[in-house]
Structures are given as structure tokens and as C-alpha cells.
């Protein structure tokens, strides 16, 4: 009888990260590696005039200086999420002379170790036909436009009649909310290493997507799929800014073909500033209308939001304000502005932590301005169904946790007036919110192999970036076959095995481990009817 299951075990993966032998992207120990250094534009908006390269390919051990006047022909990927082809950016790199945001990359160098291609970097001229940049979203909000979808979610809906319920409201409410620009920044920056065989690559990735990866990376250079080999076995965070393909995988690829030798492109700190997505910096618009008891009568959340010159990313804040709560008259509108900004891409909850963090606060303040308990506000407008879907929700218990948190809380002795409440001389603030997040799964495989000294394999594609994939999959995979947990191996983060989807949106475990289950109790059928058939 397993006791995988149920109890509290050490990961999997625990010795090898604690000892420093867990193997991330850069770390792989490849003979001959040399180095890269990417060139960051400095201006924000223009166009490149000129490259001198020729202080830099005379200096120590470099190999090659390599920018938009000399690359290989690049080509945009579909740039289609749901079809595994979407880049971090839809602009290849090198595509042209034109700079749309500063830290842009402009130029790449090789050298055979990091410190030369380091000095050779600051030894290259770039100059420039300096235009003006558009960076504030005060300053586009005249071109602002209204895009279309956001992942298959319709961005700018309506349900009854906002206004006339707005102007009819006993007590209305309205305020603008602002959330600056976030960065990802994980412990782990982000890293490439190229390998080429011939006409075959592997790139050792830090990427939330093994699969996708191999699709953008193939498209991009023009390659059949199944010559690229995406490999990542362990990923220091990512948060989303690991999710797609970014220009310095390009550019490892690119780089290592044309000096014929393994190249590692290692951002640094400050790269990751620019050169991998972020969330973007939000301006909604919240009104409430509400009648004298609470009931919500009307809720209007308009969004403006930047991308960037070269693709769209849509921070969604406004879609949760469509169910949360219980209303009869909701409008939500997302706005975009095109700035010279890098382009935005998920992070953490993209849409519902921006959004709801306007959406509770104009609660708050509504439950403020009624003499209300902010608790009750919500229990009053509780959603017995998702009112936007026109369906009952899959489960439900909010109503009984807002209830229980504030007698567990001791939420009656809060004083309701702001700054009312001290600890000697600190004031103390006691509040609350609601967040909910979607429950995602998407399709994905996995393998069981029994091998002959009664271990077991199990093995997919997917990414383990911290949240204890290695681990999970071996606990299905001994809790079905009833064995103990140190005789299951789990291989993952590698495009050559089964199919599985992006490690974001809080879907790899609901997604992977039925999977898994589903290929252990596949594996112990057979295994059984081998040894019941067996003479």
C-alpha cells in the first residue's frame, strides 16, 4: 500500500536544488560553449543610421559582432496562443533598422568567454535618427482603441442598461485607479544555450513551455519542428515571463550558427527590465451604483491599458467585474494605447490582480459612503450564479468563507471609522477583499515505463518552476501502482516527450496529473494481463 498520497513527503527535487546540482539552462556543463552579450538600444524611438562593429571584432576572443545589417532572414511565428506558435514579441529581432523601445536589442556579440564579449559590447557605435517617443498613457489616449479578445475572452461586453441604472441609483460611486508597470523578475534570469548538430538545434531553455518553444523557435527560423529539441528541466521562477520564446533565444540560435560553436546568451539583471515582458501599467475607470440597502444596481469598469508598437498584449482587468458580484446592469470596456514601451506579456493572474484590486477598492469606499460593513456589502451582492455565463458555478462557498473568516477574524470588534484604530501609537488598518482566479486545465500527456529493476519512469513535457511537478506526478503514479515513492523517477522539460501545455495560469497540475493517473492504471493493466497470459 503506497502512503505517496495523503501525507507530507520531501520533494523529488529538494537535495539536487538545495546541494546546487540541480542542472537550470545556464549551468549545462557543454563543451565548447562561448558567450553572448546582447546590445540594448538607448533611445525609445527611432531609427538605427549605422553600426560600427570594427573596434569590436578586433578586440580579444571575439567571434562575431552580429545586428540587423548582416543576420540571417528571420520569420514571424503565427503568433497564435492556442495553436503553440506565440512569441513574447510578434517583431522578430533584427527585423529592421527601426528601434521601438529602449533596451530593443540592436546588436549581438560572441567571444569566448562572457568578460570578452563583454568589453567588446561597450566597443561598438551605434548611431541613430533620434524621433520622439510616446511612453505616458496620458499621451496616446487620443488613439486609443478597443481590441477585440483576450485569450477567446470578448473584452468589451454589456448586460442591461449601465447608464439609465447609473442615473437612477440612490448612491453612486466613482473613482480611477492606477496600477504602475510590474517586472517578473524571478530568482533565475533568463537564459539560452544553442547547440547545433548539423541542421538540427537544441537549445537548453528557461521557459514555461517546452512545447510551444519548439513550435515559436522552428517558425521563427524557418525550420521543420522536429529538428528543434527544446530542453529545460528546471526553471528558477517565472511567473509569466518565461511563458513564450523571446528575442535571446533567437538570438543564441542564431549566434551559435554563425560561429559554429555552442553559444550561451545569459541575460542580466537589467536586461530583464526590457527584454522579457512585464505586466503593464493600467488606468480604470470604476462606477458603482448601488441602492440605500447595498444591492448593486449598475457597474461600469473601463480600462486603459499599454502595448507596445510591435504586437498587443491586453491586460484584462475588467472581466472579473462581469460575475463577481450579483448586478443586473454591467459594462466592461478595455481600452489599448500603443506606447514605445516593451511588449507586456502575463504575469501573475494577468487581468484579475490588476482589475480586482480597482474593483474591491471601489467596494470598499461604496461600503464607506453607505455606513455599511464592507463584509456585508459582498454577502448582499453574493453571486448565486455566474450571472455573465448564465450558469451555476461548479462549486461555491463564498458566502459561508466571508462569514466564517469574520468570526474567526473577530471582525465585529472593528471600528469602522479610517484611522480609527491604534496599537499604542501605530494606527492599524483591518480590511478585506475578494479574488478568484479561473480553474484552467488544458490537454497534456504523459508516459509510464516500467523498467526491469522495478523502477518506474514518468515522463512528459511539461515544466516544474518551482510548484512541485516533480513531485506530484510521482505521488499519482505510486499512490496507482502501490509502490513506494523512491522507486518512481520523473523526467519532464523536454520537447521530445508527450505533449503537454504551458506551466501558467495555475493549469499544470490539473492538467499533467489526471494524465499521469490515467497512464500508471494503464500501465498496471497491461502488466497484470502480461503476467496473467504469461506460461
Known amino acids: 500500500m503506497s502512503t505517496a498520497v495523503g501525507g507530507s513527503i520531501s520533494r523529488k527535487d529538494g537535495r539536487l536544488k538545495v546541494t546546487g546540482r540541480a542542472p537550470y539552462a545556464a549551468d549545462q556543463p557543454i563543451a565548447g560553449v562561448v558567450h553572448a552579450v546582447a ?9 538605427i543610421t549605422a553600426i560600427d562593429g570594427r573596434m569590436a571584432e578586433k578586440a580579444p576572443g571575439v567571434l562575431a559582432v552580429i545586428h540587423h545589417g548582416n543576420a540571417p532572414t528571420l520569420y514571424r511565428p503565427d503568433n497564435d496562443f492556442m495553436s503553440a506558435s506565440k512569441p513574447g514579441e510578434a517583431r522578430v529581432v533584427f527585423e529592421d533598422d527601426r528601434v521601438h523601445y529602449s533596451g530593443q536589442y540592436v546588436a549581438i556579440i560572441v567571444a569566448e568567454t562572457l568578460e570578452q564579449a563583454r568589453y567588446a559590447a561597450e566597443l561598438v557605435q551605434v548611431s541613430y535618427a533620434v524621433e520622439d517617443p510616446t511612453i505616458e498613457t496620458d499621451a496616446a489616449l487620443d488613439s486609443a482603441y478597443l481590441p477585440d479578445e483576450f485569450f477567446g475572452e470578448k473584452l468589451t461586453t454589456t448586460r442591461g442598461d449601465p447608464d439609465v441604472a447609473l442615473s ?5 460611486h466613482a473613482a480611477t485607479y492606477t496600477t504602475p508597470i510590474e517586472h517578473h523578475n524571478p530568482i533565475e534570469p533568463s537564459a539560452s544555450v544553442a547547440v547545433w548538430n548539423g541542421d538540427e538545434l537544441t537549445l537548453y531553455e528557461t521557459t514555461q513551455w517546452v512545447a510551444g518553444a519548439r513550435k515559436t523557435v522552428a517558425q521563427t527560423l524557418g525550420m521543420p519542428e522536429e529538428k528543434i529539441h527544446i530542453v529545460s528541466p528546471f526553471i528558477g521562477g517565472g511567473f509569466g515571463c518565461k511563458g513564450f520564446v523571446w528575442p535571446h533565444s533567437i538570438l543564441s540560435a542564431v ?24 505586466r503593464s501599467e493600467t488606468k480604470q475607470y470604476v462606477q458603482l451604483g448601488a441602492e440605500r440597502n447595498g444591492r448593486l444596481v449598475a457597474i461600469d469598469h473601463d480600462t486603459v491599458v499599454q502595448t507596445s508598437m510591435v504586437d498587443e498584449f491586453v491586460e484584462a482587468c475588467g472581466n472579473t467585474s462581469r460575475f463577481l458580484y450579483s448586478c443586473p446592469n454591467v459594462r466592461v470596456r478595455h481600452r489599448a494605447v500603443r506606447v514605445n514601451v516593451a ?34 456589502l459582498r454577502i448582499v451582492n453574493h453571486a448565486d450564479v455566474n450571472e455573465q455565463a448564465r450558469r451555476p458555478w461548479s462549486s461555491k462557498y463564498l458566502k459561508e468563507c466571508y462569514r466564517m473568516g469574520a468570526e474567526r477574524f473577530g471582525w465585529a470588534k472593528r471600528a469602522p471609522q479610517p484611522g480609527s484604530m491604534r496599537d499604542g501609537n ?16 488544458s490537454p497534456g500527456a ?20 518551482g510548484g512541485g511537478t516533480y513531485t506530484t506526478m510521482a505521488q499519482i503514479a505510486a499512490d496507482v501502482m502501490g509502490i513506494a515513492i523512491e522507486r518512481i523517477r520523473t523526467v519532464l522539460g523536454d520537447s521530445l516527450l508527450p505533449p503537454a501545455p504551458v506551466s501558467g ?31
Not at 256 to 277: D, E, I, W, Y
Not at 360 to 376: I, Q, R
Not at 426 to 441: D, E, H, K, N, S
Not at 523 to 533: C, Q, Y
Request: aromatic share 4%; proline share 6%.
Open 343 to 376: 511588449t507586456p506579456t502575463p504575469m501573475r493572474a494577468p487581468g484579475e490582480n490588476p482589475g480586482l484590486f480597482a474593483l474591491e477598492s471601489a467596494l470598499d469606499e461604496l461600503a464607506y459612503l453607505l455606513n455599511m460593513d464592507p463584509v456585508e
Open 168 to 172: 437612477r441609483a440612490a448612491v453612486t
Open 446 to 465: 504523459a508516459k509510464v515505463r516500467l523498467l526491469q529493476d522495478g523502477h518506474v519512469d514518468v515522463v512528459s513535457a511539461t515544466q516544474d518552476m
Open 39 to 47: 546590445i540594448k538600444s538607448t533611445i525609445a524611438n527611432g531609427r
Open 426 to 441: 501605530v494606527l492599524v488598518g483591518w480590511g478585506m477583499a475578494t479574488a478568484t482566479y479561473p480553474g484552467i486545465r
Open 505 to 535: 495560469g495555475s493549469m499544470t497540475t490539473a492538467s499533467i496529473l489526471p494524465a499521469t493517473r490515467k497512464a500508471a492504471q494503464d500501465a498496471l493493466s497491461k502488466l497484470r494481463h502480461l503476467a496473467a497470459t504469461m506460461p
Open 255 to 278: 549566434a551559435a550558427k554563425r560561429v559554429n560553436r555552442p553559444v550561451k546568451l545569459n541575460l542580466t539583471r537589467k536586461h530583464m527590465f526590457s527584454a522579457c515582458g512585464h
